[in-house]
């Protein structure tokens, strides 16, 4: 089979070839040092009117160095795009999108920004975070909660990012994305029949709600026919049990976007796994998100004003273009960059530099007809979906299976539009989604060689966690969750990414788990490997046996699943997918004695550790456990005193043998954290935090 929108890379040649026919701008264009362009041509696509609205002075009037005060903007921005340019040619459906008088499929997107009230104070730069799901991640980097309307001075953190006067720019691409809560969202066409009629196709819905109150389950598109006859759903407890199929008379539609069991009212058994699989109507042009985020970034960076004559908010003042990205929208960023979307209409960078945390080496399902973007593959859900088709790596490989050649840089290296790129991974990535792909050769046998534009981490010991500190709950899974804070390495290494693209210098070494040096342990296949799972020996990780914790090493591994004949042109036809028995090797990290991965960046929990920490966790039983907990990981505290230990018959060292005093773990944790800070990947601040968190801790006191 045919892997993946390959037609990409192939259009993406076309695209350098015709760039000469179709850069000449209809007005002049300014380069960086003079900052903008006057009003552009509206027959070429892009934005043609931004619609802002000021609502006043941002953060309760709070300063941030010498930059001042921040502006907060809201509104709109209404863009179109010519389904025959060759720059678009990717994006799947556009053809069959309506269009206005001018031959354009128009589109819009919610944008939101905070600038610098006065500009000319700003450090000239955009610092653009790709919404998740619609929602802002604002606090990654500033030490500030979770938030989309950041409004009153604490919303600000620590301004990490303020501070330095960057213009801060959100932006809708997920048509998906729910429009309440001050989410941002976009507006795209559905596609259609030639003759009008509405396009048909096959769907599946994975379906899991861990309480016992949910009676209706909304689907991701509205159905064709409402005959349960067309329609197959099915249930089972755990991953590896067999599916049960649901008879038509235990269940029943409401409406065309909505079903129920029956008798109505009954509840959907709580952790259970539900799938519906049914013939789904009207998919939107999703993937015309990728341009979208395009044509604004551009649009920011390089015009006055849209063709209405309103004026660019930025104009002349962003001459440089970051993006950051957590989770989904890093995944999202994988694509963007593959896609060839990094290259304006002028075949100019969008982004200059990009920090991803926790993108791994897979996409998002976004380019596909009845694309799901929210989707996300997890040790227990979605491998059905289409998030990880090869490549993996921005490092180009052949592919074992098919034989094509391709890397995820490969588009943006013909035009000449690479960013610098980091990619910070946690060990939830490993264990979750494949992640060694993104530094292993596809067929598992060496390491890979990165491009000079390109940096990858790993975050020893880490879950997949999008804000700092999550609450110390089990939740749904048998063990509390890992309490570390990403956000301390996630500042040092976008500080390296902006020393990086503006003067050069470059960040530190990749640091990641490896085949040569025996850091990385294999994803064995198993008999339920269709499934999209595997498992890790205990041996082979060196993981200790500490009482009272379920391993099962249970990961995912990486099938090439055959989505039907048209797969390549972003149609799927065979939904839920066939496993071919083709399996691209995976690894997960080795750990040492305490449970603690040996290979990457090592925080100071994980230096002078308190507790062990894991990027993977079980679920508790009457949620489907044992299986895999999602995204979270594990703290388990290590025992106290060595009388402790071996009353517990716990394998690894006590508090007391490790420091012996309080005094003792001071020490360890501030040599850790320079150390950290010298290597470049903590901050000085962020490394005094730690230094007096560890004294004024009630660690052996």
């Given at each position: 089979m045919k892997r993946i929108l390959r037609r990409s890379a192939t259009l993406a040649v076309a695209a350098t070839l015709l760039v000469s026919?179709?850069?000449?701008?209809?007005?002049?264009?300014?380069?960086?040092?003079?900052?903008?362009?006057?009003?552009?041509?509206?027959?070429?696509?892009?934005?043609?009117?931004?619609?802002l609205a000021s609502q006043g002075v941002a953060f309760e009037g709070r300063r941030f160095g010498t930059v001042g005060t921040y502006e907060k903007l809201r509104g709109r921005a209404f863009g179109e795009l010519d389904p025959n340019d060759p720059r678009n040619a990717a994006i799947t459906d556009l053809k069959r999108a309506p269009r206005n008088a001018r031959g354009m499929v128009e589109y819009a997107t919610d944008v939101y920004i905070l600038?610098?009230?006065d500009l000319r104070r700003g450090n000239h730069q955009l610092f653009m975070e790709v919404n998740n799901r619609g929602q802002k991640f604002f606090g990654s980097l500033n030490g500030s909660p979770l938030m989309n309307d950041p409004t009153t001075a604490a919303d600000a953190g620590d301004a990490y990012v303020l501070d330095q006067g960057f213009s801060l720019v959100w932006s809708g691409w997920d048509p998906s994305a729910s429009a309440t809560n001050d989410n941002l969202t976009l507006s795209v066409p559905v596609a259609k029949?030639?003759?009008?009629?509405?396009?048909?196709?096959?769907?599946?819905?994975?379906?899991?709600?861990?309480?016992?109150?949910?009676?209706?389950?909304?689907?991701?598109?509205?159905?064709?026919?409402?005959?349960?006859?067309?329609?197959?759903?099915?249930?089972?407890?755990?991953?590896?049990?067999?599916?049960?199929?649901?008879?038509?008379?235990?269940?029943?539609?409401?409406?065309?976007?909505?079903?129920?069991?029956?008798?109505?009212?009954?509840?959907?058994?709580?952790?259970?796994?539900?799938?519906?699989?049914?013939?789904?109507?009207?998919?939107?042009?999703?993937?015309?998100?990728?341009?979208?985020?395009?044509?604004?970034?551009?649009?920011?960076?390089?015009?006055?004003?849209?063709?209405?004559?309103?004026?660019?908010?930025?104009?002349?003042?962003?001459?440089?273009?970051?993006?950051?990205?957590?989770?989904?929208?890093?995944?999202?960023?994988?694509?963007?960059?593959?896609?060839?979307?990094?290259?304006?209409?002028?075949?100019?960078?969008?982004?200059?530099?990009?920090?991803?945390?926790?993108?791994?080496?897979?996409?998002?399902?976004?380019?596909?007809?009845?694309?799901?973007?929210?989707?996300?593959?997890?040790i227990r859900q979605n491998h059905w979906y289409p998030e990880g088709p090869f490549p993996f790596s921005y490092t180009s490989f052949r592919d074992p299976v098919t034989g094509k050649r391709d890397g995820r840089d490969e588009a943006c290296r013909r035009t000449g539009t690479c960013p610098k790129i980091i990619n910070l991974n946690s060990s939830n990535e490993y264990w979750s989604k494949a992640g060694s792909l993104l530094h292993t050769d596809p067929s598992g046998r060496r390491d890979a060689v990165e491009p000079p534009n390109v940096r990858n981490y790993l975050l020893s010991s880490v879950?997949?966690?999008?804000?700092?500190?999550?609450?110390?709950?089990?939740?749904?899974?048998?063990?509390?969750?890992?309490?570390i804070n990403p956000g301390p390495v996630q500042r040092a290494l976008f500080e390296a990414l902006t020393g990086w693209v503006n003067r050069g210098t470059p960040p530190p070494a990749s640091r990641v788990p490896r085949l040569d040096d025996g850091t990385l342990a294999r994803v064995h296949p198993t008999k339920q490997s269709s499934l999209g799972i595997g498992v890790v020996k205990q041996r082979e990780l060196g993981w200790p046996s500490i009482p009272g914790i379920t391993y099962?090493?249970?990961?995912?591994?990486?099938?090439?699943?055959?989505?039907?004949?048209?797969?390549?042109?972003?149609?799927?036809?065979?939904?839920?997918?066939?496993?071919?028995?083709?399996?691209?090797?995976?690894?997960?990290?080795?750990?040492?004695?305490?449970?603690?991965?040996?290979?990457?960046?090592?925080?100071?929990?994980?230096?002078?550790?308190i507790a062990t920490h894991?990027?993977?966790?079980?679920?508790?039983?009457?949620?489907?456990?044992?299986?895999?907990?999602?995204?979270?990981?594990?703290?388990?505290?290590?025992?106290?005193?060595?009388?402790?230990?071996?009353?517990?018959?716990?394998?690894?060292?006590?508090?007391?043998?490790?420091?012996?005093?309080?005094?003792?773990?001071?020490?360890?944790?501030?040599?850790?954290?320079?150390?950290?800070?010298?290597?470049?990947?903590?901050?000085?601040?962020?490394?005094?935090?730690?230094?007096?968190?560890?004294?004024?801790?009630?660690?052996?006191?």
């Open positions: 026919a179709f850069s000449a701008p209809p007005t002049a264009v300014a380069g960086p040092e003079d900052g903008a362009s006057d009003r552009p041509s509206a027959h070429r696509g892009g934005i043609t009117r931004l619609e600038k610098p009230t029949k030639r003759n009008g009629g509405s396009i048909t196709g096959p769907s599946y819905e994975y379906l899991v709600f861990d309480d016992a109150t949910t009676t209706t389950a909304t689907l991701s598109y509205p159905a064709a026919t409402t005959k349960r006859s067309k329609a197959t759903l099915t249930v089972r407890d755990r991953l590896t049990d067999k599916p049960r199929t649901v008879p038509a008379s235990g269940w029943e539609y409401v409406g065309d976007k909505q079903i129920r069991l029956l008798p109505a009212g009954t509840p959907f058994r709580q952790g259970a796994i539900y799938e519906f699989s049914y013939r789904a109507k009207d998919p939107v042009v999703a993937g015309i998100g990728f341009a979208a985020t395009r044509d604004l970034v551009s649009f920011l960076r390089h015009q006055r004003v849209d063709t209405a004559g309103n004026r660019n908010p930025l104009a002349g003042h962003a001459n440089r273009a970051f993006a950051f990205a957590v989770s989904q929208p890093a995944r999202y960023l994988n694509d963007f960059l593959w896609l060839g979307f990094n290259a304006d209409a002028r075949n100019r960078p969008v982004f200059d530099g990009i920090e991803n945390w926790i993108g791994g080496g897979t996409g998002v399902a976004l380019n596909y007809r009845f694309s799901q973007p929210p989707r996300t593959e997890r879950e997949h966690t999008v804000v700092g500190n999550p609450a110390d709950s089990p939740g749904v899974c048998a063990v509390a969750r890992n309490t099962t090493g249970t990961a995912t591994v990486r099938n090439l699943y055959d989505f039907g004949p048209r797969f390549t042109n972003g149609i799927i036809d065979r939904y839920p997918p066939v496993a071919t028995g083709r399996i691209y090797p995976s690894y997960v990290p080795v750990v040492d004695a305490d449970g603690l991965e040996i290979a990457g960046i090592r925080m100071p929990q994980i230096q002078a550790p894991t990027g993977w966790n079980v679920r508790v039983d009457g949620f489907g456990g044992p299986d895999g907990c999602e995204g979270w990981g594990m703290t388990i505290p290590l025992p106290k005193t060595a009388k402790e230990r071996r009353a517990a018959k716990d394998p690894r060292r006590s508090l007391v043998e490790r420091y012996r005093t309080h005094d003792g773990y001071v020490r360890a944790v501030t040599k850790a954290a320079r150390t950290l800070q010298r290597q470049g990947l903590l901050l000085k601040r962020d490394a005094d935090a730690f230094i007096a968190e560890a004294q004024a801790s009630d660690v052996l006191r």
